[in-house]
């Protein structure tokens, strides 16, 4: 059983997580302008995680005959046999109902609003087959987490919610880009969509920096309608300077650092947004 779990966790980048928890860690102190009751915020964390789950199980099922094809991706778990595809479905659709079930703990409106959640998980992967933009359906998923944060503390959607899911939505496709510039050749020839498989390395690095630019200016309206104080802003200059460093690294003729830049720094930025949130709220200055 154990082993069936870590070849769960593989299969779907448990680990990847750490991209999305600490924003939602933020969204929920943002709303809360402090720490909700325990319960709100496990019944939170649970459906984000599940649906992550649910999102990556589904992204391996549907994409499974590009991935055999793949040299990159020869020595997945789901490639090897090592996980089924009727596993894998089964993963996808428990996780699913567990994101349904958490959303259901917290309010009506969150328990209704959850199948747009799920539509999102889902049509991401299929995305890929029909438009070269399905970074930012990606970056929908991403969108939607602070305003389900905000209808599961609230039942409202905060105008901050809506800024800091389009900052997310931003930096999460812009990663996104970065990650598909691995792939620009394989896609091309297999027809799987994606800004660099059309407009090519140069014009998909510039999409990426303007997709970051906007997360920038969309955290800082996030602040302002949130009412963070100095030490908010004070981070947001530190997270500028970590995107800054990550574009550096990717460069037209050099693309060797994309697992630092896609890995590592964005894995900083999540969790630095988050300790900055937090510290602004218990410290004022």
Known sequence: MIQRIKLYAELVKFEHT??????????????????????KVVWILVAVIAGRTAGMSFNRF???????????????????GLVRTGEMLALAVLSSAVMVFAAYQLNKLAFYLSPVALFLLVIYPLGKRFTDFVHLILGAVYFIIPIAVSVALKGTVELSAVFLGLGMAFWVAGFDIFYALQDIEFDRKVGVHSIPARFGVKKAILFARFFHFLTLIFLVLTGIYAEMGIIY????????????????????????????AFFTVNGYVSILYMVFVIADIYIKI
Do not use: M
């Not at 860690?25 to 302008?33: G, H, M, N, Q, R």
């Not at 994409?63 to 020869?74: G, I, K, M, V």
């Not at 997270?239 to 060797?256: M, Q, R, T, V």
């Open 18 to 39: 750490i991209f999305a928890v600490p924003f939602v860690l933020a969204s929920v102190f943002i709303v809360e302008k402090g720490l909700p009751p325990l319960d």
């Open 62 to 80: 549907f994409d499974l005959p590009f991935d055999r094809l793949n040299p990159r991706s020869q020595n997945w778990v789901s490639v090897k």
């Open 233 to 260: 802003y004070a981070g947001l200059l530190v997270l500028a300077g970590f995107l800054i460093y990550e574009h550096s690294l990717i460069k037209e003729n050099d693309l060797s650092k994309i697992n630092v």
